[in-house]
């Protein structure tokens, strides 16, 4: 079992900065790709960003690249999501998610993460 915790979430204003981190626990050595995933209210979950833990590359949603910037430290299991000019279309839960499955092949298809975060709260007002 792997174990997940998120932190970092708040509220900013448009054009501000937050940092996520994603703590992991447990069975670490199982997890091959740790993604980012978030939900408005009223939308489904949809997919950030994500990152192969082991060759380090780097995937994210369309929305957000250029601003946002996925990393990881691997000696303290945790992967990090810098996000920079934030906008109100970026408010939502924050939800980290850890998959045995490489990046390559789970893509943003959640069913393929087997571990998932309780979820931080990003507000980011006009």
């Known amino acids: 079992q792997v174990q997940l915790v998120e932190s970092g979430g708040g509220s900013v204003q448009a054009g501000g900065s937050l940092r996520l981190s994603c703590a992991a626990s447990?069975?670490?050595?199982?997890?091959?790709?740790m993604g980012w995933f978030r939900q408005a209210p009223g939308k489904e979950r949809e997919g950030v960003a994500r990152i192969s833990i082991n060759s380090g590359q780097l995937y994210y949603a369309e929305s957000v690249k250029g601003r946002f910037t996925i990393s990881q430290d691997n000696p303290k299991n945790t992967v990090y999501l810098q996000m920079n000019n934030l906008s109100p279309e970026d408010t939502g839960m924050y939800y980290c998610a850890a998959s045995r499955y490489a990046c390559s092949y789970t893509a943003w298809a959640m069913h393929t993460y087997n571990s998932w975060g309780q979820g931080t709260q990003v507000t980011v007002s006009s």
């Open positions: 447990g069975y670490t050595y199982s997890i091959n790709c």
